[in-house]
């Protein structure tokens, strides 16, 4: 009762990264509860899935292997979810920001009348004190996220319902395994007293998967662009400059909305997070949701002609110019000087 | 699908996506009075699946429907101007401060009064983020939702939509009463018609009409009345709503002042860049 639960999804039959990380982050959650960290996978043909999963601390792994499971359905998942839910009664639950998460998430939330807060960048165990009826709620789970555009940074708490609910974007909590042998209690899910008829009313007739093109969370050098960029033709001198340093383009969520680069490249609360060991901002202001995504990284370039810009307050190095100056003079001066 | 009736979800938001330094106080707080409200953006591309569904089948009406405060209405407006038939404002102080489930118990219980076929919203509106209300609204009336959708037809009875995921594209199909969300990928909204403003330009909500002068109201310009809706009009609990039916809480906010670091400063001379670059090389942070 009252455990900590992951819902840990799938990625081509494996468990797919931000799982891990939210198992990571569980996993000593669990520890400063003192409650068991479970993870619940559903899908299709999952035999030895929960060898995968024990080595990153879970205690239980519940399982519903059913091939109405196949691919993600909202209604079958969020059957089998809420069923196990109100058995088990989790004190948390937390699931990816992902694609399904977020269609997940609130369904099951509604259902079961809990609150959920959606892209946590940090989730933290603490107390709350109610002034007016001197109550102090113990270890409750803190979803701490940028809101407003990110121009503040909003701790949410819910106190009175449970389970406590957030999702997290990939990337932002690491991802640890605490011990390879160790193994925990598999449990099986009977998937056929949770599901309805009318849950299969939606029906799946084609699906077309890419593999991920642009992965910017594993490049060691990130040029990244902003709105101060100007136009979509300016990104193309962040791309001759990723070039001949070896790294890749990333974009400030304002890029991204401009046009000037694809989502699959926007870093921050709404995009992806990054830990570069270099990364050039160009033309970026530095709004928190965006800052939140790559104040990690190893060494931080501002370059912008806005002496006030948040982002020089985080960055190590801040050229007070115009980009479509500084860009070649960045190229030209590498090329002169690397061997 | 003829005759079928549509209501679309849309929120009044302010532009966080324009964050100007304008929009910075000196203490570095947002000041929220000068952002311009706008149409959630990709509620408007929801309401551009509505219209194209509207003008494809015969007898199709589209309400739009919106929860906030009075100056709401001034979306409907716009939904007018593009093409919607008609709009209903839910307005009460109960609603102040409802997180995303009481604002969907209420969105809910407008959707069934309303009693639509199809319900179409964005999949998210640009001051939150949260992708929560749509899924919601659907829980609430017991209708399976389809989120992330970019396309859409009907064959048949079904609807057919193609929905965009992170990795990939799907295709379903989906029988109604449905919940649909709809992406920022999809097509862009019409614009105004001109014939629509001039005929809707002084839709009014009763609130606003008497708030504004009588003269106006003596004028007769006020013909068209944009439907207002308090808790008792959708027969709703007050303790689902606002503060009391939220299961989240705010617990602090905290205004954001980035760490400040020991930042170099330099300009961007051929001299302090090409120091820079030098530097970077040397500690192997590049080359």
């Known amino acids: 009762m009252n455990n900590l639960f992951v819902f840990c999804e799938l990625d081509e039959g494996r468990p797919a990264d931000v799982s891990l990380e939210l198992l990571t982050r569980g996993r000593s959650l669990a520890n400063t509860l003192g409650c068991r960290l479970e993870a619940v996978v559903l899908g299709s043909g999952l035999d030895g899935i929960e060898n995968e999963l024990f080595p990153y601390g879970a205690d239980v792994v519940h399982v519903a292997d059913d091939p109405v499971l196949e691919h993600y359905r909202t209604l079958p998942y969020t059957s089998v979810i809420t069923g196990l839910f109100r058995q088990e009664q989790p004190g948390v639950a937390l699931m990816g920001a992902t694609s399904t998460g977020r269609d997940l998430g609130p369904r099951v939330s509604s259902a079961l009348h809990s609150g959920l807060t959606a892209d946590c960048t940090s989730l933290e165990i603490g107390d709350h004190y109610v002034k007016k009826t001197d109550t102090t709620y113990k270890n409750l789970l803190y ?14 708490i819910n106190p009175d319902h449970r389970p406590q609910m957030a999702t997290v974007r990939e990337g932002v909590m690491k991802r640890e395994i605490v011990n390879r042998n160790h193994r925990g209690e598999l449990k099986k899910i009977d ?49 001759e400059l990723a070039s001949v340093l070896g790294g890749e383009v990333a974009a400030s969520r304002a890029a991204v909305d401009a046009g ?73 001066y590498y090329k002169a000087n690397a061997r | 699908m003829n005759g079928i009736k549509i209501v679309v979800l849309a929120k009044q938001v302010p532009d966080t996506r324009n964050v100007g330094p304008d929009a910075m106080k000196a203490d570095g707080t947002v000041n929220r009075s000068v952002l311009p409200a706008i149409f959630n953006p990709e509620d408007l591309n929801a309401l551009e699946q509505a219209l194209r569904i509207k003008e494809r089948y015969e007898g199709v ?26 709009g209903v404002l839910l307005t009460d102080r109960a609603f102040a401060g409802s997180d995303t489930l009481a604002t969907s118990y209420a969105l809910a219980l407008a959707v069934h009064r309303l009693a639509p076929d199809l319900v179409i919203g964005g999949r998210q509106a640009i001051d939150g983020d949260t992708a929560q209300v749509g899924p919601q609204v659907a829980e609430k009336l017991g209708w399976p939702q389809v989120t992330y959708a970019e396309e859409m037809h009907f064959e048949g009875e079904k609807l057919i939509i193609r929905r965009r995921l992170e990795r990939g594209v799907e295709t379903v199909s989906a029988p109604l009463p449905l919940v649909v969300t709809v992406n920022g990928t999809a097509p862009a909204c019409r614009y105004r018609n001109a ?18 002068s009588s003269d106006y109201i003596a004028a007769g310009r006020s013909s068209v009345r944009i439907t207002e809706w308090g808790v008792d009009a959708i027969g709703a609990d007050p303790e689902q709503l606002g503060l009391s039916g939220s299961p989240t809480k705010v617990k602090e906010i905290e205004n954001v002042i980035l760490q400040a670091k020991e930042s170099k400063r330099l300009t961007s001379s051929n001299a302090d860049v090409e120091s820079l670059v030098r530097e970077l090389l040397e500690n192997h942070t590049i080359g």
């Not at chain 1, 902003?226 to 136009?231: A, E, K, V």
């Not at chain 1, 000037?260 to 949701?289: D, F, M, N």
Request: hydrophobic share 40%; charged share 20%; net charge neutral.
């Open chain 1, 143 to 156: 979803q701490i996220r940028p809101a407003f555009g990110g121009n503040i940074i909003a701790t949410i």
């Open chain 1, 191 to 239: 998937v056929a007293s949770f599901i309805r008829p009318e849950d299969l009313a939606v029906e799946i007739i084609e699906r077309h998967m890419e593999a991920r093109k642009v992965d910017i969370k594993s490049a060691q050098i990130i040029v990244s662009g902003g709105y101060g960029m100007g136009s979509k033709e300016n990104f193309a001198l962040l791309y």
């Open chain 1, 260 to 332: 000037y680069a694809g989502h699959e490249r926007q870093v921050g609360q709404t995009g992806v997070t990054v830990r570069p060991k270099l990364y050039i901002a160009c033309g970026i202001s530095g709004q928190i949701q965006h800052t939140a995504g790559m104040n990690q990284s190893g060494k931080i370039i501002a370059i912008n002609n806005d002496p006030m810009a948040p982002i020089n307050s985080i960055a190590d190095y801040v050229i007070n110019g115009d980009v479509a100056e500084v860009i070649p003079k960045l190229i030209k």
């Open chain 2, 61 to 86: 009406t589209v309400t739009l429907l919106t929860m906030g405060p009075v100056r709401a209405a001034e979306i409907i407006r716009e939904g007018l101007y593009r093409g919607a038939d008609d």
């Open chain 2, 195 to 212: 014939r629509l403003v001039m005929k809707y330009k002084y839709a009014r909500t009763d609130t606003e009409l008497q708030a504004e």
